[in-house]
């Protein structure tokens, strides 16, 4: 047993217990473990206050001192960047997905315990932790994994599946340089593309170009680009890619150059049967035409069904560059519907005014939903008797930011998420909905047009204050919807009418919103947990049927 022995702290009363962990610990056979125990929570406590150089705290819930969740979080607070693996007595589905969406890295059942079970998990626990505190590290991609794991437990997945999916399976991160305008300038940047699930066809996801793009970020997004894919049934795996840098900052002819030398830099990993890049935050129509242009140079012919959101004129489809918003409104439909809620005269807010956010806010205007807010990086607009919609837009093309709009009150972006409305959908980042503001949302639907806008923690406070969530991998799949149309229509060289493109749009997104809502009811989860694991189910149906090569 080559390499330093693993340091664990178990804490556990039961003399019994830890006498069988122990002895199951001593059978793993491809690491060694040193193995101190403690009775108490107390002494436990005290252990890991003194307790440099532990790796792992393997965690008994039910101690004289403390008891069921209470213990962890005792002891997650004394160690916050700690792997900690629940060992309990208690086999309870919903005590365990709480552990693990509470950032517990596992939670076994002492008597189905064995030797391979135990010794997998504090390895796995152990490369999490480590992978969340590298290049890793993002509050998005832990939000991710913990969203994951907790479906993932919920639905007793495989363990194998488990730590397959919890993880990307192909990373490139490039740095590359570019000229600025002044041509003695070069800058260099970081950029990133991350496939999630190859199995499920070809992957397909957006490009962000944002000062705060990094890895962790990027597989995040990859990560929910799988599950919403499953969930509305597209033959893709999630992908997403990024470059960190602020968009705003430079010239169109900038912008030109840095993303076709990023196209060449990841040529290798796109391609139309590959990986198909889309537009996000600071990426549109114009910067997949330059992808597009790029990848055909290369070629030597000109290949569209390599990025979708492209201009219609290069083969984009019809309705692709609103088609998130328009998706966004389109399952706040099917909600209403359910919850016998009439629209007509209902009140809407939108966090958010580029690509999702004006969309949406145009298409409940559009409906007769009385949009009272918008907002975007500069600030919020607000005004009580419903904004001018077509005003505020032309206001945003002329200004190209909505500060200093002359027919609202100006209001900031946390009180805009604050104000009172039957529908607020944040559609500019995430984590705008946390802990702290989520007992003052004042909404009846929270439509996520963002990816990953709220937390886990938020998540909760909604659930028990009755806020209807329609979860971000469902009511933003509008996009990566009419992005598969436009792939189709791009390999067949054949287009699709606005209305045909709209039909197929609403039929997917129904569908998928009835598979999530049913599964809400049937398994007694929460819109979000039932997204997800309708997503998982599909990705595990494929990667057991497909099989483990060689
Ligand atoms: P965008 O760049 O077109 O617009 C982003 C908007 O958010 C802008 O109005 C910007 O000013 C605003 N913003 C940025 N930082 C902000 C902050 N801190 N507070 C408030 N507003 C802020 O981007 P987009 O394409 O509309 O994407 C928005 C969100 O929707 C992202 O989470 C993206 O991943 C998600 N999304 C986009 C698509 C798509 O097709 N574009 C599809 C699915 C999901």
């Not at 702290?9 to 059978?27: F, G």
């Not at 509050?139 to 397959?164: G, H, I, V, Y």
């Not at 809407?348 to 580029?354: D, M, P, R």
Request: aromatic fraction near 8%; proline fraction near 5%; include cysteine.
């Amino acid at each position: 047993m080559p390499g330093k022995p693993l340091r664990a702290l178990l804490i556990e009363d039961n003399p019994i217990h830890a006498r069988l962990i122990q002895k199951l610990l001593e059978d793993v056979g491809s690491y060694a473990v040193e193995l101190t125990t403690r009775g108490s929570l107390s002494e436990g406590l005290e252990s890991l206050g003194n307790g440099e150089g532990l790796d792992v705290v393997l965690l008994d819930l039910v101690l004289p001192d403390s008891q069921e969740l209470d213990t962890y979080f005792r002891v997650r607070t004394a160690v916050p960047e700690m792997p900690i693996v629940i060992l309990s007595g208690i086999d309870d589905v919903k005590l365990a997905s709480r552990a693990v969406e509470a950032g517990a890295q596992d939670y076994l059942v002492k008597t189905s315990l064995d030797a391979h079970t135990l010794g997998r998990s504090i390895r796995y626990a152990r490369e999490i932790t480590h992978a969340q505190r590298t290049e890793w590290d993002s509050p998005s991609f832990r939000l991710a994994q913990q969203q994951f794991l907790k479906a993932a437990e919920l639905m007793d997945l495989d363990d194998n599946l488990r730590q397959r999916l919890l993880f990307p399976q192909r990373t490139q991160i490039v740095s590359f340089p570019f000229r600025r305008d002044n041509d003695d300038e070069v800058e260099t940047v970081f950029g990133y593309r991350v496939q999630h699930v190859l199995s499920m066809g070809p992957t397909k996801g957006g490009i962000r170009y944002h000062p705060e793009v990094n890895l962790g970020e990027t597989g995040a997004l990859a990560m929910w680009m799988t599950w919403k894919c499953a969930l509305v049934q597209l033959p893709f795996g999630g992908a997403k890619g990024g470059v960190r840098f602020d968009p705003t900052d430079f010239s169109r002819r900038e912008l030109q150059r840095l993303t076709r030398r990023f196209t060449s830099e990841i040529i290798g990993m796109i391609g139309p049967d590959k990986d198909i890049p889309a537009p996000d935050m600071g990426t549109d129509e114009q910067t997949m035409a330059w992808i597009m242009d790029t990848y055909s140079q290369q070629v030597g012919y000109t290949v569209p069904a390599v990025v979708t959101g492209k201009p219609v004129v290069l083969g984009g489809s019809e309705g692709r560059s609103e088609a998130t918003g328009r998706g966004v409104v389109y399952v706040v439909e099917e909600a209403a519907r359910r919850l016998e809620m009439d629209l007509s005269g209902a009140t809407a807010v939108v966090q958010g005014f580029g690509n999702v956010g004006s969309n949406a806010a145009r298409f409940f205007d559009e409906l007769g939903v009385k949009v009272l807010g918008v907002s975007d990086v500069t600030g919020g607009i607000f005004n009580p008797r419903g904004l001018n919609l077509p005003d505020v837009l032309e206001y945003t093309r002329q200004h190209r930011f909505l500060e200093g709009y002359p027919e609202a009150e100006a209001v900031t972006n946390e009180e805009l998420l604050e104000l009172q409305c039957d529908i607020l959908a944040p559609c500019a980042m995430q984590g705008q909905i946390h802990a702290g503001n989520a007992d003052k949302l004042r909404c009846r639907i929270l439509a996520e047009g963002a990816n990953g806008p709220t937390s886990l923690e938020a998540d909760e406070i909604l659930q028990d204050r009755g806020v209807y969530v329609l979860p971000d991998i469902l009511a933003n799949a509008g996009g990566v919807t009419v992005s598969y149309f436009e792939w189709v229509q791009d390999t067949q060289n054949y287009m699709w009418s606005l209305d045909q493109i709209n039909e197929r749009l609403r039929t997917i997104l129904v569908g998928a919103y009835q598979r999530m809502a049913e599964r809400a009811e049937s398994n007694g989860y929460d819109m979000r947990t039932a997204a997800l694991v309708e997503g998982i189910s599909r990705v595990r149906e494929a990667k057991l049927s497909r099989g483990l090569f060689p």
